[in-house]
């Protein structure tokens, strides 16, 4: 087992435990129960000691931005117990080149905007493991600078991924402009307005906004997962 007893571990320890705690309080006076959110643990350029130090504390769910470094840690990850019930997200960008290891290691994928991408992960996710659960990012300011689907473009592309067999259709991320006070709420409108369209989407329950600085806001507007880094493992490297 990987055993961090430093300061450093201490530190990320005490972070996650108020992070916790504030996405409980948050959930609280949303009068939501606890269970309604989750906490995504935003690992990258961090260590896999780290990863480790709090899947031994509990947390599950982890994120990753860049493929390369996220295949190492999960790799040297599966020899310890403790880390056994990891789930991977992957939050980064998608190319062409990297969608197949994209769907043989993660178990999630937060960022399909276009079906091209979208289909090569259902192509290439190995028959032996469970089908790839997927959220669509959708560019919520249409942000030139940012990724994902506009929202006109959404309801086309849900159609073309509802028919894969081998992705998990689950709801929507969005990364939203800061000056943006409303873009929680519209991508929540957003979110129940393709519920109500597509009843057969059994396991549309995820709704991926809020990050370290604006968390709280986003579980009032109806967050199902917020996605934390800084304020968990500090400044990236």
């Keep these: 087992m990987i055993k961090n007893e430093n300061n450093n571990s ?10 916790n705690t504030q996405v409980a309080m948050a959930g609280e006076q949303a009068n939501r129960p606890e269970a309604d959110v989750t906490l995504l643990a935003v690992s990258k350029t961090k260590p896999a000691e ?10 599950c769910h982890f994120g990753e931005n860049y493929l390369q470094e996220a295949i190492e840690k999960i790799n040297s990850l599966k020899a310890n117990t403790d880390c056994e019930d990891i789930v991977w997200h992957y939050i980064g960008s998608i190319q062409r080149n990297k ?5 043989e ?10 079906d091209i991408i979208a289909k090569r992960l259902n192509n290439q996710r190995p028959e032996a493991l469970p089908p790839l659960n997927v959220l669509i990012q959708v560019n919520i300011d249409n942000e030139d600078s940012k990724s994902g689907c506009l929202s006109a473009e959404l309801p086309e592309l849900i159609s073309t991924i509802k028919g894969y067999k081998r992705l ?3 709801g929507l991320m969005i990364i939203p402009a800061k000056s943006d006070t409303n873009a929680f709420a519209r991508t929540k409108q ?3 307005d393709v519920k109500g369209a597509h009843p057969e989407l059994s ?7 809020g990050m370290s600085g604006d968390m709280v806001e986003a579980i009032a507007e109806g967050s199902t997962m917020v996605r934390v880094g800084t304020a968990i493992f500090g400044e990236r490297s």
Excluded at 10 to 19: C, D
Excluded at 50 to 59: F, I, S
Excluded at 99 to 103: E, H, L, P, V
Aim: hydrophobic residues 45%; without cysteine; aromatic residues 10%.
């Design 99 to 103: 969608t197949r290891d994209i769907a």
């Design 203 to 209: 396991k549309w329950d995820t709704l991926s906004m």
């Design 10 to 19: 201490k530190s990320v320890i005490e972070n996650w435990q108020k992070v």
């Design 50 to 59: 780290m990863v480790a130090t709090l899947a031994e504390q509990g947390q």
């Design 190 to 192: 957003l979110f129940e």
């Design 105 to 114: 290691n993660f178990d999630w994928v937060q960022t399909v905007e276009r």
């Design 168 to 170: 998990q259709l689950r």
